[in-house]
């Protein structure tokens, strides 16, 4: 009959010393890694080891199986995995509004200008010098008021647009680190990926190396709004907005490509297919939706305000005459796109001429603004997105059309000027492939733009305005006036005319009268300046150069608290996930102490158990039979 082996209780002595070995080694780790980021505490799995009899017919007739000691099974981590998908999906909020609360406390200090050298302030002081010099038309020194406040004024715009694209070259900076940074924790992450399968496939638990990966994962997740699919233990992948970034062992990167516009700057793409790349979230999305969006449209703000504002005080001045009898001088530079005067620009730049670039259009008829048109009609105007419908019918007035341009999403802004004749004008484009200030097409099913206020020569399709052409003004009216569009950023580059400053003599405050003469006492002009500062003008949506600061410190200031609370939310929310993380995953020294002494007095127990095995085999071995 088979039985058990005389030297088997130390064999069974020593399972027992390596088990508890294991399990203080273990204690150990976790004791030296409390302080390491991503480490999960570690607990070995013990099992009984098989008996020692098998139940088959070879099994000697007595009662009960012998137990044969213990086993390590394995050595596992403690980590809820759920928890870490829900951290994972959250974390990307967080880091999205740091990010902007970030940047918009860069943006707040742009615009909390100390009062004295405000663009606000300066252009207010610009009014009034219009004001006295309206009172003092002869007056030299009411002139070289006019001039100096100008220069404070344009020099103050000029310094606003400089700390915009500063920022959004920072921003630009950033994006392209986070680039970076986001291939390079994909990149370790499929690697750890291939380590962690190969280590499985041995029959092992590669716990470090699966807590460096989740590490790295909570990392990504911070740059880039990710979540995460275990389909078996062989394929962790890595999502971002539903496409794969992580397959196994198989990264895919990002990468930047040329912009082909203004700012020179980069846009990211899939590296394989090329294809523009979206982040919705994260620190990356945050980069990306702040350069190419907020401070976008802070700067398209500040050079629509520039635009309209030098564009109303020249129209009002080169129509005047100064001290010197001098007439037709823009009172600002304004620098057109292109130097050919219809506007003609080779926009693919394939050599050849091919797309008209013109700002304004004034049609040649006088109009009233009470007056009802008398006819009906569609206008078919460039917008935000394509072509957008504006119908007009008889009983409609001048100013109800007029409204109704302005307030659809048309990148067109109507207005009637000091003579009363309808200016279209081309506004900032919400799409960055469209140029700004550029008016794209005007159409009109009637005669509103066309017989009636005398913009368009011809209505219907055939009679519409369409800049992806050259020569587009010959679909004009005769005589109607238009304007070819200014390089890109007039904020930039606004200044008084340099021979107004050289000689403020030229600084026009009256009209000629009908008999040719221009009087000295003759402030109409300077009035009519001094009054742009409370008209209706159309800043983009806003109505006056006045709305239009107002509007636009409110909205950094809004827009910074906005980012402040959600971040303060989020961080709340991260704060709970993770804590209770730590109160699973986490090392409590008190615990693996507790652990040690436990393990500890099992060592010693089966020390104690080997010696006195030891000693019942000497009896067997040397006194039997003595």
Same mark, same amino acid.
């Not at 070259?169 to 986001?182: F, P």
């Given at each position: 009959?088979?039985?058990?082996?005389?030297?088997?209780?130390?064999?069974?002595?020593?399972?027992?010393?390596? *088990?508890?070995?294991?399990?203080?080694?273990?204690?150990?780790?976790?004791?030296?890694?409390?302080?390491?980021?991503?480490?999960? &505490?570690?607990? %070995?799995?013990?099992?009984?080891?098989?008996?020692?009899?098998?139940?088959?017919?070879?099994?000697?007739?007595?009662?009960?199986?012998?137990?044969?000691?213990?086993?390590?099974?394995?050595?596992?981590?403690?980590?809820?995995?759920?928890?870490?998908? &829900?951290?994972? *999906?959250?974390?990307?909020?967080?880091? #999205? =509004?740091?990010?902007?609360?970030?940047? #918009?406390?860069?943006?707040?200090?742009? #615009?909390?200008?100390?009062?004295?050298?405000?663009?606000?302030?300066?252009?207010?002081?610009? =009014?009034?010098? =219009?004001?006295?010099?309206?009172?003092?038309?002869?007056?030299?020194?009411?002139?070289?008021?006019?001039?100096?406040?100008?220069?404070? +004024?344009?020099?103050?715009?000029?310094?606003?647009?400089?700390?915009?694209?500063?920022?959004?070259? +920072?921003?630009?900076?950033?994006?392209?680190?986070?680039?970076?940074?986001?291939?390079? +924790?994909?990149?370790?992450?499929?690697?750890?990926?291939?380590?962690?399968?190969?280590?499985?496939?041995?029959?092992?638990?590669?716990?470090? +190396?699966?807590?460096?990966?989740?590490?790295?994962?909570?990392?990504?997740?911070?740059?880039?709004?990710?979540?995460?699919?275990?389909?078996?233990?062989?394929?962790?992948?890595?999502?971002?907005?539903?496409?794969?970034? %992580?397959?196994?062992?198989?990264?895919?990167?990002?990468?930047?490509?040329?912009?082909?516009?203004?700012?020179?700057?980069?846009?990211?793409?899939?590296?394989?297919?090329?294809?523009?790349?979206?982040?919705?979230?994260?620190?990356?999305?945050?980069?990306?939706?702040?350069?190419?969006?907020?401070?976008?449209?802070?700067?398209?703000?500040?050079?629509?305000?520039?635009?309209?504002?030098? $564009?109303?005080?020249?129209?009002?001045?080169?129509? @005047?005459?100064?001290?010197?009898?001098?007439?037709?001088?823009?009172?600002?530079?304004?620098?057109?796109?292109?130097?050919?005067?219809?506007?003609?620009?080779?926009?693919?730049? $394939?050599?050849?001429?091919?797309?008209? #670039?013109?700002?304004?259009?004034?049609?040649?008829?006088?109009?009233?603004?009470?007056?009802?048109?008398?006819?009906?009609?569609?206008?078919?105007?460039?917008?935000?997105?394509?072509?957008?419908?504006?119908?007009?019918?008889?009983?409609?007035?001048?100013?109800?059309?007029?409204?109704?341009?302005?307030?659809?999403?048309?990148?067109?802004?109507?207005?009637?000027?000091?003579?009363?004749?309808?200016?279209?004008?081309?506004?900032?484009?919400?799409?960055?492939?469209?140029?700004?200030?550029?008016?794209?097409?005007?159409?009109?099913?009637?005669?509103?733009?066309?017989?009636?206020?005398?913009?368009?020569?011809?209505?219907?399709?055939?009679?519409?305005?369409?800049?992806?052409?050259?020569?587009?003004?010959?679909?004009?009216?005769?005589?109607?006036?238009?304007?070819?569009?200014?390089?890109?950023?007039?904020?930039?580059?606004?200044?008084?005319?340099?021979?107004?400053?050289?000689?403020?003599?030229?600084?026009?405050?009256?009209?000629?009268?009908?008999?040719?003469?221009?009087?000295?006492?003759?402030?109409?002009?300077?009035?009519?300046?001094?009054?742009?500062?409370?008209?209706?003008?159309?800043?983009?949506?806003?109505?006056?150069?006045?709305?239009?600061?107002?509007?636009?410190?409110?909205?950094?200031?809004?827009?910074?608290?906005?980012?402040?609370?959600?971040?303060?939310?989020?961080?709340?929310?991260?704060?709970?996930?993770?804590?209770?993380?730590?109160?699973?995953?986490?090392?409590?020294?008190?615990?693996?102490?507790?652990?040690?002494?436990?393990?500890?007095?099992?060592?010693?127990? @089966?020390?104690?158990?080997?010696?006195? =095995?030891?000693?019942?085999?000497?009896?067997?071995?040397?006194?039997?039979?003595?």
């Amino acid at each position: 009959k088979n039985m058990g082996s005389t030297f088997s209780g130390i064999e069974l002595g020593k399972r027992s010393i390596m *088990a508890n070995t294991d399990a203080i080694q273990t204690a150990g780790h976790n004791i030296s890694n409390a302080s390491t980021e991503g480490y999960s &505490r570690q607990r %070995v799995q013990i099992k009984e080891f098989d008996p020692l009899y098998k139940p088959d017919l070879s099994r000697p007739e007595r009662p009960g199986m012998i137990g044969q000691g213990v086993d390590v099974q394995s050595v596992t981590r403690v980590r809820d995995e759920l928890l870490d998908q &829900r951290i994972v *999906a959250q974390a990307n909020q967080e880091s #999205y =509004w740091q990010t902007r609360s970030d940047y #918009y406390m860069m943006l707040e200090q742009i #615009y909390n200008e100390p009062a004295d050298i405000s663009i606000r302030t300066n252009m207010d002081k610009f =009014w009034e010098g =219009w004001q006295e010099l309206s009172v003092n038309p002869e007056s030299q020194a009411a002139r070289q008021a006019v001039v100096t406040r100008g220069k404070t +004024l344009t020099e103050s715009i000029n310094q606003r647009w400089e700390s915009l694209e500063g920022i959004g070259n +920072l921003l630009n900076g950033d994006i392209e680190a986070t680039v970076k940074q986001v291939n390079d +924790l994909t990149r370790q992450i499929a690697n750890l990926n291939g380590e962690i399968v190969r280590s499985r496939a041995m029959g092992d638990n590669p716990n470090d +190396l699966l807590d460096r990966r989740d590490l790295l994962v909570d990392k990504l997740s911070e740059l880039v709004n990710v979540t995460t699919d275990q389909r078996d233990s062989d394929e962790f992948m890595v999502h971002v907005d539903g496409k794969v970034i %992580v397959q196994g062992n198989i990264a895919r990167k990002i990468d930047l490509a040329p912009r082909f516009d203004d700012t020179g700057y980069s846009k990211v793409v899939w590296a394989d297919t090329q294809e523009d790349a979206y982040f919705s979230g994260g620190k990356l999305g945050a980069l990306i939706e702040l350069r190419d969006v907020d401070v976008r449209q802070e700067i398209q703000s500040l050079n629509t305000m520039a635009m309209n504002f030098s $564009d109303l005080v020249n129209d009002v001045h080169k129509n @005047a005459v100064g001290a010197n009898k001098v007439t037709g001088l823009d009172f600002f530079v304004q620098h057109p796109f292109v130097e050919n005067a219809n506007g003609n620009f080779d926009r693919n730049g $394939d050599g050849e001429l091919d797309t008209s #670039y013109i700002f304004r259009f004034t049609g040649t008829n006088q109009l009233n603004n009470e007056q009802q048109i008398g006819f009906d009609g569609v206008m078919r105007l460039s917008s935000t997105d394509g072509i957008v419908e504006i119908p007009y019918y008889h009983t409609d007035t001048v100013e109800t059309v007029i409204n109704r341009i302005n307030d659809s999403n048309s990148e067109v802004k109507a207005y009637l000027d000091r003579n009363n004749h309808l200016v279209l004008k081309g506004t900032t484009a919400q799409d960055a492939d469209n140029p700004d200030f550029v008016i794209r097409h005007v159409e009109d099913s009637g005669y509103f733009l066309n017989g009636y206020s005398g913009i368009l020569a011809a209505n219907g399709e055939e009679g519409a305005y369409d800049f992806a052409q050259v020569d587009a003004v010959n679909a004009l009216a005769d005589n109607s006036q238009f304007s070819v569009s200014p390089v890109t950023n007039p904020a930039a580059y606004i200044r008084v005319n340099e021979v107004i400053e050289n000689d403020v003599m030229n600084v026009a405050a009256g009209y000629i009268d009908h008999s040719g003469n221009a009087n000295t006492g003759d402030g109409r002009a300077a009035v009519e300046i001094a009054s742009i500062r409370n008209s209706s003008v159309m800043i983009g949506t806003m109505r006056t150069l006045d709305d239009y600061f107002a509007d636009s410190v409110t909205n950094v200031a809004l827009k910074g608290e906005q980012a402040q609370n959600n971040l303060l939310s989020q961080a709340s929310i991260m704060e709970d996930l993770r804590s209770m993380r730590d109160s699973i995953s986490g090392v409590n020294i008190d615990e693996e102490l507790a652990e040690i002494m436990k393990f500890q007095h099992g060592y010693n127990a @089966a020390a104690k158990f080997v010696n006195v =095995w030891d000693s019942l085999l000497d009896t067997i071995i040397n006194r039997l039979g003595v």
